[in-house]
């Protein structure tokens, strides 16, 4: 994609947006990342969809920086942009699934978003970032639009295949583990009744515990001890097996 990655890690460190004036910038490709008049930096995904023979422009809220980094932010934007390409609107399917509904149902996304700003902000900001970054790069592309009131301990495997595929165990049990977090703050929240991220943690497969095979036998190690003693000048001993 030609235009894409005009941003760097260290450009971004850097940058200090005048306040009480909204900035941008521009990595392309759709992406950017804006600034509000309070500071706050939100990346964004810009494209265009076809309604009714109109040609409009729709933005996607992806998340905050530095929660989310440029890295990441590139992955979900590589996502939305598949998505758009296969006829899909993601602004539309986000709405559909966090507006308010009749039932007040709201998206996964949403429940997540509400689980950071009350819990992850507590955490150093490496631990929020890596939490938050699997986060934003596995699940939210994949489930965020869902009702979390709909959402089945099977669909938590459309977030695990591809990792498990990679023989990223411990990544996909972490992941899994975060969605478990969202879920029980939603169930206190009455916006969903289950947690099937944590149904699904049987689905997973266990942890292979690596066995060594012994470096010496006991015959090795008896010849071993007797010429010791005769190197060490040590009274003869016994060994048995």
């Given at each position: 994609?030609?235009g894409?990655?005009?941003?760097?890690?260290?450009?971004?460190?850097?940058w200090?947006?005048?306040?009480?004036?909204?900035s941008?910038?521009?990595?392309g490709?759709?992406?950017?990342?804006?600034a509000?008049r309070?500071?706050?930096?939100?990346?964004r995904?810009?494209?265009?969809v076809?309604?009714?023979?109109?040609?409009?422009?729709r933005?996607?809220?992806?998340g905050?920086?530095?929660?989310?980094?440029?890295?990441e932010?590139r992955?979900?934007r590589t996502?939305?942009q598949?998505?758009?390409?296969?006829g899909k609107?993601?602004?539309?399917l986000k709405?559909?699934?966090?507006g308010?509904?009749?039932?007040?149902?709201k998206s996964?996304?949403?429940?997540a978003?509400?689980?950071h700003?009350m819990?992850l902000?507590t955490?150093t900001?490496g631990?929020q970032?890596r939490?938050?970054?699997?986060m934003?790069?596995?699940?939210?592309p994949v489930?965020?639009?869902?009702?979390?009131?709909?959402?089945?301990?099977k669909?938590?495997?459309?977030?695990?295949?591809p990792i498990?595929?990679?023989?990223?165990?411990?990544?996909?049990?972490?992941?899994?583990g975060?969605?478990?977090?969202v879920?029980?703050?939603g169930?206190?929240?009455?916006?969903?009744?289950t947690n099937?991220?944590e149904?699904?943690?049987?689905?997973?497969?266990k942890h292979?515990k690596?066995?060594?095979k012994?470096?010496?036998?006991w015959?090795d190690?008896?010849?071993?001890?007797q010429?010791?003693?005769q190197?060490t000048g040590?009274?003869?001993r016994t060994?048995s097996?």
């Amino acid at each position: 994609m030609a235009g894409v990655h005009l941003l760097t890690t260290v450009a971004l460190k850097q940058w200090n947006p005048e306040k009480g004036k909204e900035s941008k910038l521009n990595d392309g490709g759709g992406l950017i990342l804006v600034a509000s008049r309070k500071g706050t930096k939100t990346w964004r995904f810009r494209y265009f969809v076809t309604v009714d023979g109109v040609r409009k422009e729709r933005s996607y809220t992806i998340g905050d920086f530095p929660g989310i980094s440029l890295k990441e932010a590139r992955e979900s934007r590589t996502a939305l942009q598949s998505d758009v390409e296969a006829g899909k609107d993601p602004w539309l399917l986000k709405k559909m699934g966090s507006g308010e509904s009749s039932a007040g149902e709201k998206s996964f996304r949403d429940v997540a978003q509400m689980w950071h700003d009350m819990h992850l902000t507590t955490l150093t900001d490496g631990a929020q970032r890596r939490t938050w970054g699997q986060m934003a790069k596995h699940v939210l592309p994949v489930l965020g639009h869902y009702p979390i009131k709909q959402i089945r301990p099977k669909d938590i495997t459309l977030v695990t295949d591809p990792i498990l595929k990679l023989g990223k165990t411990d990544t996909a049990k972490r992941v899994v583990g975060s969605m478990s977090n969202v879920f029980k703050y939603g169930m206190a929240l009455e916006h969903c009744e289950t947690n099937p991220a944590e149904a699904a943690k049987i689905l997973l497969p266990k942890h292979q515990k690596a066995h060594y095979k012994a470096l010496l036998d006991w015959q090795d190690i008896r010849r071993f001890m007797q010429e010791l003693d005769q190197l060490t000048g040590a009274p003869r001993r016994t060994y048995s097996v």
